[in-house]
């Protein structure tokens, strides 16, 4: 069950539905037993393995490359750059880099039309529910509601816009 709530944008004034997630993020150890139920390796081998991906992604994409996790998506970073641009390429230089983004891209398919059909990581089947019907106390341990990445309720992201190329 995926949850949304009703959210005014501040440029249009018009109401969406925003998604939102309920309850404390699940943990590593969570994953782990669960893919131990699904898969024929231990809780403690799958654990490890969660532990080690991290870094090993970090590796790669530092070494300059993105990394496709079959039934995944594709992890790769971006630069944050200064909003000052220069004038010349020979002026380009790495001191214009104020940060590092980590983008990830949902492993997808194409109809023949060249359509996106399907996300991986997309239920075909989500229902959607409105949180404010949803019982506080039912809501989770922590009985948070902010949207995914931590923004918080009031974050003002356009959960709408992308910056998926594949879109």
Same mark, same amino acid.
């Given at each position: ?87 010349? *390429? ?15 891209? *949902? ?40 949207? *995914? ?15 998926? *190329?594949?879109?």
């Amino acid at each position: 069950m995926a949850y949304y709530k009703k959210s005014q944008q501040k440029v249009n004034q018009k109401w969406y539905p925003r998604s939102i997630v309920v309850g404390d993020p699940i943990t590593t150890q969570e994953v782990a037993d669960r893919l131990a139920e699904i898969s024929t390796v231990s809780r403690s081998d799958t654990y490890a393995v969660l532990q080690g991906l991290s870094s090993v992604l970090k590796s790669f994409m530092k070494e300059g490359h993105s990394v496709k996790l079959d039934g995944v998506g594709t992890f790769y970073y971006t630069a944050d750059t200064s909003k000052q641009g220069v004038d010349t *390429p020979e002026e380009v230089s790495p001191k214009q880099i104020n940060g590092v983004r980590v983008r990830f891209l *949902p492993e997808y398919g194409r109809t023949s039309s060249g359509k996106v059909s399907t996300r991986a990581l997309v239920d075909d089947n989500i229902q959607w529910h409105d949180i404010a019907t949803l019982d506080p106390a039912s809501r989770g341990t922590g009985g948070s509601t902010t949207t *995914p990445g931590g923004g918080g309720e009031d974050s003002g992201d356009d959960e709408d816009s992308t910056d998926d *190329p594949l879109v």
